[in-house]
């Protein structure tokens, strides 16, 4: 079926870093998430994505992140810069449509690991 | 804003017998409700979902029904299997797929 690809799976960086997660959605796809997953809690929104610009965010959003897809590539979000409390499992998703019966298909996560 | 809540966290069952996951919501819309499941090393899938007050919906031998007046999707199977271990969400979409999660529940199946 349809999948979702994230690149790394796992990455380690030092606090202050720069860290760009990538994700490659279902090809025929239009809106974008992200969502995130702190060790042991709920996997909380983070931000949505369509036609080149984030539609909403979660108050988890914050000013040092960002999220692009260049030129129908990797869909990203980009973290400038890194805090300890970063440390958790990003999910990228994506859909055909924005509507609730519209399914979403998600990545296998990136575990970010800030040190 | 939105909620929701599954009891249990840890599931442990012999295959062949019945299971029920819990999840109850909080919302002040609409509701819109989904399990996902996340096998090791997997990407989380949607299993199930609905908006429909009262109706059944069924998908791999796993059965849910929406109840609004208790706020309520819990997940059921009649039968479980060695390869339904897994990790189960519960979520509520809060708008535009916008998905409120649950903890998420393990469910470990024995032989």
């Known amino acids: 079926g349809p999948k979702v690809l994230q690149i790394p799976s796992h990455q380690i960086i030092d606090m202050g870093q720069m860290v760009t997660l990538n994700c490659d959605p279902v090809?025929?796809?239009?809106?974008f998430y992200w969502y995130k997953q702190i060790l042991g809690q709920q996997m909380e929104f983070l931000v949505n994505?369509?036609?080149?610009?984030?539609?909403?965010k979660s108050k988890l959003f914050k000013d040092q992140f960002s999220v692009e897809r260049p030129d129908g590539s990797y869909f990203t979000l980009k973290i400038q810069p890194t805090a300890l409390e970063d440390s958790a499992v990003y999910f990228c998703?994506?859909?055909?449509?924005?509507?609730?019966?519209?399914?979403?298909?998600f990545g296998h996560g990136t575990k970010l690991s800030v040190l | 804003g939105d909620s929701v809540t599954q009891t249990e966290g840890l599931v442990t069952l012999t295959k062949g017998l019945p299971v029920m996951l819990n999840c109850t919501y909080q919302?002040?819309?609409?509701?819109?409700l989904f399990w996902y499941v996340q096998h090791l090393n997997e990407a989380p899938k949607l299993l199930l979902k609905?908006?429909?007050?009262?109706k059944r919906t069924e998908h791999q031998g796993f059965y849910a029904t929406l109840h609004k007046s208790s706020s309520s999707f819990h997940l059921q199977k009649s039968s479980v299997q060695l390869s339904d271990s897994a990790l189960y969400f519960c979520?509520?979409?809060?708008?535009?797929?916008?998905?409120?999660f649950g903890k998420g529940t393990v469910l470990l199946v024995s032989p």
């Open positions: 998703a994506s859909s055909l449509g924005r509507q609730s019966n519209e399914r979403l298909f």
């Open positions: 979520a509520l979409d809060s708008g535009y797929n916008k998905l409120t």
């Open positions: 919302t002040t819309y609409s509701p819109f």
């Open positions: 090809s025929n796809h239009l809106y």
């Open positions: 609905s908006s429909t007050d009262n």
């Open positions: 994505f369509y036609n080149g610009k984030v539609m909403e």
